[in-house]
Every structure is written in C-alpha cells, then in structure tokens.
C-alpha cells in the first residue's frame, strides 16, 4: 500500500482540514467542484513520484550488495596477504640476525623490514574496517573499567612514544577509575591505541601527550591531546573518512593509510558514540575526543 499514493477529494479549503487530511496519510488534495484536467495532472505527477522512489530504493539497495560483496572480496585478500607479508618480514628480521652482512645488504634487509611493515599495517586496517563494516564482526559487550583499558594502551605505546622522547600521561577525573561500561572490549582498545598511535606519529620529539578521562553529566569523554601542528581548518572534513588524509605529515618518517580515523569513527558509533577533532585554543596540537553516553552504557550495580 506504501506505493499507492491517496488523494483525497474534499469540500473543505480550511487549512486545518486539509492538514488533517494529510496527517491521517493522505498524499495530496483535490477541492470541489473537481476539475478534470487539475485532477488528472496530480494523479500522474504522483505516479511519476512513487516510481522515481521506487528505483531510488532499488538503487540504494543495489549501492548495500555491492559495498558487501566490496567488503568481502577487500576482507578475503587481506586475509590472504597477511601470513606471506608476516612471513616476508619475519625472513627480513632473520636476515638481518644472520650476518656478517655488510651494509648495504643491511640497508636491504632493513628496507624489507620496513616495507613489509607498512603493508601489512595497511593489510590490518583493511581488515578491520571490511569486518566492521560488513557486520560480521558482532559487539560482545562486556562490564569494563574504562580507565584500565585506557591505562593498558597508554602504556603499550609509551614504547613506541620513547624512540621520539614523547612523554604520555593519564589524567583521570571525576570518579571515571569507578565507572563501570558495558564495552566491546576489543574494539574500544583498538579505538584508543588508534588515537594514540596518530598523536604519537604527528607529534614533534620531545613533546607530550595528555590522555583525560573525564565525566560530564550523563557523557564520559577520552580525550587525546598532542603538542603537534593542529589540523589546517580547511582539511577538517577529510577526516574520519575512508583514506582520509590532511596535509600534515607525521614527524618520525612514519607511514600512514588513511584508515585509523575512519575505523575510530565506526567503532565508536557501534558504542552509540562517537568521535571528533578540534585544534586546542591554548597552544599548538590538536585534541581528539571520544563521547559516550556513560547512562545508556553503564552497568547497573546491585
């Protein structure tokens, strides 16, 4: 019945009644005395309309099958060049360790290491944002401490932050060391280190990265803020997106795919969240913030 549009013929012209004509589901009116020509122009105008809308949903639902078949296709040969490139980069380590190699050959086997490395991170993030994004991968929400899954990645990539000089530190406040969420906890991980990870390779030597925890009514907010250049306000919206990349380029000769934030984005949304950037007032660098609703996630206590 959706596709058959209702028209209404009425003795009323008041504007509540023709209103109410069209509240109860009408799709147009038509006054009398009836005018044929009038009434036959509206009666084809919504046919044309109904068909256009048709096709309109056709075409998105062929827009959905062929993102999935995209998805599947991108997660099956992620899944397939992920063992030869681990292979490729454990060989390169083990040339290295073979030695003597003079150094070119070193360089070689350097050069393998870090190539290998590079793809197979952009071969990862393929995968997860075609799992993400097919639905395959279900949440299994879970009672979380947020700030010991925070303070469990800060302290992963404080490692990777030391080959720079860079100082993390976590700032907790409002009682968040108690707040309890019911979290997909291997997404939410991989939301933070990806925030981490990204203001660890934007961000100069030496400099510092605050991570905040902090509740704000009904909202809990992670925020990550790093001492780099900010974010040019004209690229802003390259952001979040799928290969999204701005003109800011990372600081340690680092690679990136363009995918971190975009993963951030799903993750988060999955979590009736979700994520967004400014530039800090105060000084140069850029905050990251994830928002979620600490009511609807909270797990209720006895």
């Known amino acids: 019945m959706d596709e058959v549009p209702i028209i209404f013929v009425t003795g009323r012209s008041d504007t509540g009644s023709i209103v109410e004509g069209l509240d109860a589901g009408g799709s147009d009116y038509i006054t009398k005395p009836i005018n044929r020509h009038e009434a036959l122009a509206r009666i ?51 040339l290295a360790d073979l030695g003597p190699l003079n150094e070119e050959q070193m ?6 290491r870090s190539t290998s490395d590079s793809m197979l991170h952009l071969v990862d993030e393929l995968l997860d944002l075609s799992v993400i994004e097919s639905g395959e991968e279900r949440s299994e929400l879970e009672a979380c401490q947020v700030l010991d899954l925070v303070a469990s990645s800060l302290n992963i990539y404080q490692f990777t932050a030391n080959k720079k000089g860079i100082k993390l530190e976590l700032d907790d406040r409002s009682g968040v060391p108690d707040l309890l969420l019911l979290l997909d906890k291997m997404q939410f991980r991989r939301l933070i280190d990806n925030l981490l990870s990204n203001a660890v390779k934007y ?5 510092f990265i605050r991570v905040i925890a902090e509740c704000t009514k009904s909202k809990l907010h992670i925020t990550v803020e790093d001492e780099g250049p900010g974010i040019p306000e004209d690229e802003m919206h390259k952001l979040f997106t799928d290969f999204g990349k701005t003109s800011v380029q ?6 990136s795919t363009g995918l971190g934030l975009s993963i951030c984005k799903k993750i988060a949304e999955s979590h009736k969240g979700r994520v967004f950037v400014e530039n800090r007032a ?10 979620l609703d600490s009511e609807v996630l909270a797990v209720q206590r006895a």
């Open 44 to 94: 084809r105008n919504h046919l044309k309309m109904r068909v256009l809308m048709r096709l309109q949903r056709e075409f998105i639902e062929g827009l959905k099958q062929a993102n999935l078949a995209k998805n599947r296709i991108i997660g099956v040969a992620s899944h397939d060049l992920r063992n030869p490139l681990a292979s490729i980069r454990g060989l390169s380590e083990f």
């Open 107 to 112: 360089e070689v086997a350097r050069t393998i």
């Open 203 to 207: 961000s100069p030597p030496e400099s």
């Open 250 to 255: 990372p600081t340690g000769n680092e690679t």
């Open 282 to 291: 105060d000084r140069s660098g850029a905050r990251f913030t994830v928002e």
